[in-house]
């Protein structure tokens, strides 16, 4: 029983409220007993704590997952929140019922106060969390750790753990939870979720950044008659970590949209937002101009199919729109995708506003590839200047050069080269989801990282650098190299004096070292 309404054996009663009334909800609660219902979780609301429907229940166990500002439009403050979540537990349970909670949380200290005062027992999920962390589907984190909190709970009411878990693998996204709801034929994906509060919001946005290490662009917008201090800070967190802001309206109620909008608009920047009350049009025109690989997420109402504009009520399902948005465009090759996101980085680096069709990086005219783009490096003994003419005669795209002195077209020039290479491979390995491995030692790295490679690439896509690319220019033009549909990436670390290895490794940022041996070598460099 909660915001999605009623469900039981299948079935589905909708309702209005997260907690209904007392006589609606004991209506049920003797319905559900007639129906051989033995188990009722039901969600309780602020709203109604405070107004006592969830009195006079006799409740065997609950969770407090998290606590974030919400509904300060009727609760006025923080503090007068809190305390009606608190109600459940200082004045609704008895003795020796079971709190599930998290020790990370605010209130678990209070809860804790409550719990010994009134002789109830309080678990922390995380000891649980991590024993349960493993065997949970890929999900986030907090998502894990809810359902870490309903396994913990299903065995407080008696349920076996083998076929706990034996179930938890047929569970479906929760119906506008952070649901993936469309692929696109360029491999944007379309997510939608109910977030309308900033702790949700940031949280959402934290997940897909850190999982897909894509741009992310949102839609959404603020309700009205609602708590208006959340305003500033959903769009502050939307304009940290979205690449392409859709202000919308959400529910504006009795207040003027267009006025909740501007108040939103004001606190993203403006080159990349998109003032769009029409919240069809908005999810329509944030399909229609998705880049490939994008991350979209239509965020605030998730399962809702209403809209409340003064004592109006329309008709309009998020993800009804989404499914029914039709892009005639073709499926793009892996190469246009890389074209695309090697072209992202360019222009982040370079403000170069023209595309250029490049794939791949190299500093050598003697292994260049048709279609790479020839970086011009300075050496000790070779300038790379010098060679741009042949790289572009070999077939690179353009070259990107630091001469002073005009070399001929295709060239994009830069103050740096050296420069422009590490800030190529850092933005590379930051937009890399590939599970990355580096690989030092004295001896061994380069047969290793060769044998690794071979291996990994029979479990999905992999890059490693052909040949002993493992210095302070090899490393990162390896990282330069990896694709975004890369699953593994090996590089491996050299060095001849103290300091390297902390660097290199820095850039690569690897989820795994291997260390293949401590020999002699570059003692030259080094007092022992």
């Known amino acids: 029983i909660g915001t999605l309404g009623i469900k039981y054996n299948n079935k589905f009663i909708k309702t209005n409220l997260t907690s209904p009334d007392t006589i609606s909800l004991h209506k049920t609660l003797n319905f559900l007993k007639k129906k051989k219902i033995e188990n009722v979780i039901i969600e309780a609301s602020s709203h109604g704590l405070h107004q ?89 984190d907090f998502k894990k750790k809810n359902l870490a909190m309903a396994i913990l709970v299903a065995k407080i009411c008696g349920l076996k753990e083998h076929l706990i878990y034996g179930k938890i693998k047929k569970i479906n996204d929760v119906n506008g939870r952070l649901e993936l709801v469309k692929k696109l034929p360029n491999k944007a994906k379309i ?53 392409k ?141 010098k060679f741009v003419k042949d790289a572009l005669r070999k077939g690179a795209s353009c070259a990107v050069s630091d001469s002073s002195k005009k070399i001929g077209k295709k060239i994009i020039k830069v103050k740096n080269s050296i420069s422009f290479l ?15 491995i580096a690989i030092t030692g004295s001896a061994g790295k380069t047969s290793l990282k060769n044998l690794l490679g071979q291996l990994l690439k029979k479990f999905g896509e992999t890059y490693f650098s052909p040949q002993s690319f493992n210095n302070h220019l090899g490393v990162p033009i390896s990282l330069s190299n990896l694709s975004s549909f890369d699953k593994y990436g090996v590089f491996e670390v050299g060095m001849s004096k103290a300091g390297e290895i902390k660097n290199l490794s820095k850039l690569i940022k690897p989820h795994l070292g291997v260390i293949t041996n401590v020999g002699e070598a570059h003692l030259e460099n080094f007092k022992n």
């Not at 937002?273 to 490939?292: E, L, Y």
Request: glycine letters at 4%.
């Open 191 to 243: 997510f939608l979720d109910y977030a309308h509060t900033p702790d949700a919001l940031q949280k959402t946005l934290e997940f897909l950044k850190n999982d897909y290490k894509k741009d992310i662009s949102i839609v959404f917008g603020c309700g009205g008659d609602r708590d208006k201090k959340k305003r500033r800070l959903m769009a502050k967190i939307a304009n940290k970590y979205c690449s």
């Open 422 to 436: 590490n800030s190529f491979a850092k933005f590379k390995r930051e937009r890399s989801s590939a599970n990355i």
């Open 245 to 385: 802001i859709y202000i919308t309206d959400d529910n504006p109620r009795n207040e003027d949209p267009h006025k909740i909008r501007k108040e939103l608009l004001k606190f993203v920047s403006r080159e990349k937002s998109f003032n769009i009350g029409d919240r069809s049009n908005a999810i329509k025109a944030s399909i229609k101009m998705a880049n490939p690989g994008e991350i979209i997420l239509v965020a605030g109402k998730g399962h809702e199919e209403i809209q409340i504009y003064k004592n109006k009520f329309y008709q309009i399902s998020d993800k009804k729109i989404i499914k029914g948005t039709i892009i005639k465009s073709e499926n793009l090759s892996k190469k246009k995708i890389n074209y695309f996101e090697n072209n992202l980085i360019l222009q982040k680096i370079t403000g170069n506003k023209k595309f250029i069709n490049f794939d791949g990086l190299s500093t050598d005219t003697r292994s260049i590839k048709k279609g790479n783009l020839f970086l011009a490096i300075k050496g000790k003994k070779n300038n790379g200047n």
């Open 52 to 140: 006592e429907r969830l009195h006079h229940i006799n409740f065997k166990s609950a969770i407090f997952t998290n606590f974030s500002q919400d509904h300060l439009d009727y609760h006025k403050n923080m503090k007068a929140y809190l305390n009606a979540k608190l109600i459940l537990f200082s004045k609704i349970f008895k003795k020796k019922t079971k709190i599930i909670s998290d020790k990370n949380i605010l209130p678990f200290k209070i809860l804790k106060n409550i719990s010994k005062k009134r002789e109830l027992k309080i678990v922390d999920i995380n000891s649980d969390f991590s024993k349960v962390k493993t065997q949970l589907p890929a999900l986030p």
